[in-house]
Structures are given as structure tokens and as C-alpha cells.
């Protein structure tokens, strides 16, 4: 046995110190761990990667660089700083793997880390969007979409998406955004991208990437699918479970907005109105040290309290798969919104930043199974919104809907559909390298 284990070819993974993107990254380690490769994970010492213990089985190099000079950065300028900061150590990390006798079949990046195979932990229509932008000028582009006819205009080929979808929005000045896109979407020396995404739900983009790119393309997932627990690298609360366990079928609307988004305080008192007036059961997801239920009224956040269930981190994938939720308030981040999908939960769509604009906008006009709540929260619209995708006929439209396509998803990864097919592919791939 102990021979067989030394054979084993290693995969190098280097994921983005960042929940969203380390968690798909630590899926498709796991995927490819039970294919027969040895799994190293490279990572910077920052917080949100302390839990990595979690994943057994797997080698965990840390960088040695200091971090002390991206401290109190943006997220760009971050990403940046990081690239620039870590590329040396890196090669010295591969250098000493080398020296120790490993077989290293491939090393595996997130697409943010660009300095072999690229991983994108977001979607593949975003993918196109960022290739198709970065073939604008910027600077036009910038001063076009100031006129509001050309914001709402539809880009052509990219139904249902409108240019004002594809400019970035909470993540600071556009200009370092659209730099470090057009670094990612320019750098041609992958050999091959992974895409945590399946054909049934983004075939047009992922037959136009294979075309685009030039190299090889491979949309295996939904990767939390098949990945074993836990998914999350932090602690979650599963008290919640017990409190689902009470309520009807179909009748609670979950409430998060992942690890990121920072809502703002008149927004938060917003939500817990129209949330407590649409007369529905509500799990929500609150973070610590976020402008959250603290903020709110002392009669308010005691309302909050009576009618509904407050976590600080929820079980998401089994809350989603629970019989009593009927829907799913989300920030539309591609994890979320894949394991919405997988469970056949529809959504109200309230995206932030980053590519959740566009995955929200597939979700409301592309699959049918969310509703977008644009523009100011008012308490009276939420409350409004929940009635229809919870109670409201168009909502169980939409529920069978979401059922049709969860039923897609899972088909494409069983033996000989899509996703299941493409992760054979890439094992034969890295087989051969």
C-alpha cells in the first residue's frame, strides 16, 4: 500500500485566500484527490484559510512572505499586491517539492492567481463578459457608459446581459478592476481553464470559450456536489437545522449574503420589516462584526428575534436541501448560486459586486428561477417580493422550474453526462503530462 501511495502523481492547487474561491478550489481537490492524484495546497498566511486542517489528506505549504504589505488593502489592489509578492517564493515552494522526489503532474491556479492550468471559480458566461469587455476600449468605455441608454443596452451576443452588467461595481475604482481582468483574460500561456460550471446551465459560453480561448476548456461541476463535508471553512451553526425541522413545507425564506458583502444599516432595518410583514418563517444568516441586527431598533430586532431564526453562519448546502425552505434571498455569488440550483431552490436575487450582476440576470431571464430586487430596499417591496416567490403562484412556477434544473445538473454529473465526461477528461489530460 505504502508504494502505491509513493507512485501517486501530485497536483499543486494555489487558490485565492478568500472563502468564495477557496472552498470550489478544496472541492476539486477532493474530486481529483479520489481520482488518484496527491493533493498540495499552496496558500498565504492570511485568515480565512486557517481552517484548511479540515480537508484530511491533503499537504498544506505555506508561503513564507510577510503579508504585512497588503494589510488594509482593497480587494484589487490586493490581488495585485498578492501576484507581485508571493510569484519568488512560489517558484522556491515548486523548487524544494521538486528536490523532495514529488511527481508534480500539474499546478492548478485560481484564474486571480495568474502568475499550466487555470481554475475559475466563477461562471463561464462571466468569463465571456470579461473577454468580450476586454476588447473594448476602456477609457471609451467608461465615458459611453455614462449615457444611461447605452447602460441598458443589451450586449450583442450575450443575451440577456446588458452593458451596465458588465462593468464591476463594489470592489472600487473601475479602472484597477478592469486591469486585473484584462490580465487574467490575457494570459495565454494556460494550457488548459476548469470551469466549476456544467453545459446544461451555460452551453452557449462554454462552446464559445473552447472556441475562444484556444486551449482546452473543462466545466465539471457543480464541484459541491460531489465533494465530502465540510464544504466551509468556518464554523456553522446547525441549531438552525432543528428550528427548520418545525416549520412547514416550502414556507421559510433563507436570507444570505455570503462572506463578503457589507450591507448597509438603513437596508438591514429594511429587510427586517418587510421580512417580518410578509408573515413567513426566515432563517438569516447575519456575520459578525457586520452592520447587522445590532444595528437595528430594540422593538425591531425583537420582532426579527420572534418570527424568525438569526445564525451567524448557516450549514448552507443542507439548509438549502431542508423541505421547509421555499426560497433563497441570496447576493447571487457563483457558489450560492450553483448550490441553489443543485437543491432546486429559486432565488431573490440581490447582487453586490464583483460577477454576481451577471449571474443574476441569468437566474431572473436566462433559467427562469429568481426574482431581482433592484435599485433602494423598501420594506414594502421585500415583503411583497418573498409573497411572490414563496406563496404567489409565479412563485411555484418557479420551484418547478428550479426542480427541472437541479434534475439536469445532477444527470450531468452521473456517468455519461457532461460534467462527469469533462472530469474524465481532465484526469487523462493530467494523466499524460
Known amino acids: 500500500m505504502g508504494k502505491k501511495e509513493e507512485t501517486k502523481r501530485r497536483i499543486v492547487l494555489v487558490p485565492v485566500p478568500a472563502q468564495g474561491h477557496v472552498t470550489p478550489m478544496m ?43 497588503v494589510v488594509g488593502l482593497g480587494q484589487i489592489e490586493f490581488l495585485l499586491m498578492l501576484n507581485k509578492t508571493s510569484e519568488a517564493s512560489f517558484r522556491d515552494c515548486i ?17 486571480f492567481m495568474y502568475f499550466c492550468v487555470i481554475f475559475s471559480t466563477q461562471s463561464a458566461t462571466n468569463h465571456v ?22 447602460q441598458e443596452k443589451v450586449v450583442e451576443n450575450l443575451r ?39 453545459s446544461c446551465l451555460e452551453s452557449l459560453s462554454v462552446s464559445w470559450l473552447k472556441q475562444e480561448l484556444e486551449t482546452e476548456v473543462y466545466a465539471l461541476g457543480p464541484l459541491h456536489v460531489a465533494a465530502s463535508p465540510p464544504s466551509s471553512l468556518q464554523e456553522e451553526d446547525k441549531s ?27 437596508e438591514v432595518l429594511e429587510m427586517a420589516w418587510g421580512l417580518c410583514n410578509s408573515n ?25 428575534l420572534e418570527r424568525g431564526y438569526i445564525v451567524k453562519r448557516a450549514p448552507q448546502i443542507e439548509v438549502l436541501g431542508h423541505p421547509a425552505v421555499g426560497g433563497f434571498w ?16 429559486p432565488l431573490i436575487c440581490r447582487p453586490f459586486q464583483s460577477e454576481q450582476k451577471i449571474n443574476a440576470a441569468y437566474l431572473v431571464s436566462v433559467w427562469g428561477i429568481g426574482i431581482q430586487v433592484e435599485g433602494e430596499v423598501e420594506r414594502g417591496n421585500v415583503e411583497r417580493t418573498v409573497k411572490r416567490l414563496i406563496v404567489d403562484e409565479e412563485g411555484v412556477g418557479m420551484r418547478e422550474r428550479a426542480l427541472v ?29
Open 27 to 69: 472541492q476539486l481537490g477532493e474530486a481529483l484527490n479520489l481520482k488518484g492524484f496527491s493533493i498540495t495546497v499552496v496558500h498565504v498566511q492570511v485568515n480565512v484559510v486557517s481552517s484548511l486542517q479540515h480537508f484530511s489528506g491533503f499537504q498544506f505549504v505555506t508561503l513564507p512572505n510577510s503579508m504585512s504589505e
Open 129 to 150: 463578459a470579461r473577454c468580450l469587455v476586454s476588447k473594448l476600449d476602456s477609457e471609451k468605455l467608461l465615458i459611453d457608459m455614462e449615457d444611461h441608454e447605452m
Open 240 to 266: 438552525c437545522i432543528e428550528w427548520l425541522n418545525k416549520q412547514k413545507p416550502r414556507s421559510v425564506i433563507y436570507v444570505s449574503m455570503g462572506t463578503v458583502a457589507k450591507i448597509d444599516t438603513k
Open 330 to 345: 441570496s447576493h447571487c455569488g457563483w457558489n450560492s448560486t450553483l448550490e441553489s440550483i443543485a437543491e432546486g431552490v
Open 95 to 111: 523548487i524544494q517539492l521538486l528536490l523532495q522526489g514529488n511527481d508534480i503532474a500539474c499546478i492548478i491556479y485560481d484564474e
Open 160 to 198: 440577456p446581459l446588458r452593458y451596465k452588467d458588465l462593468l464591476p461595481s463594489g470592489l472600487g475604482p473601475v479602472k484597477p478592476v478592469l486591469k486585473i481582468r484584462q490580465e487574467v483574460v490575457n494570459k495565454r500561456t494556460a494550457s488548459a481553464v476548469i470551469f466549476n460550471t456544467t
Open 280 to 304: 413567513q418563517p426566515f432563517l438569516w444568516v447575519i456575520r459578525p462584526g457586520s452592520d447587522g441586527i445590532e444595528t437595528l431598533p430594540n422593538e425591531v430586532s425583537t420582532m426579527v
Open 405 to 433: 434544473l437541479k434534475e439536469e445538473v445532477i444527470a450531468s454529473l452521473r456517468s455519461g453526462g457532461s460534467s462527469y465526461h469533462a472530469l474524465d477528461e481532465l484526469v487523462n489530460y493530467l494523466k499524460t503530462k
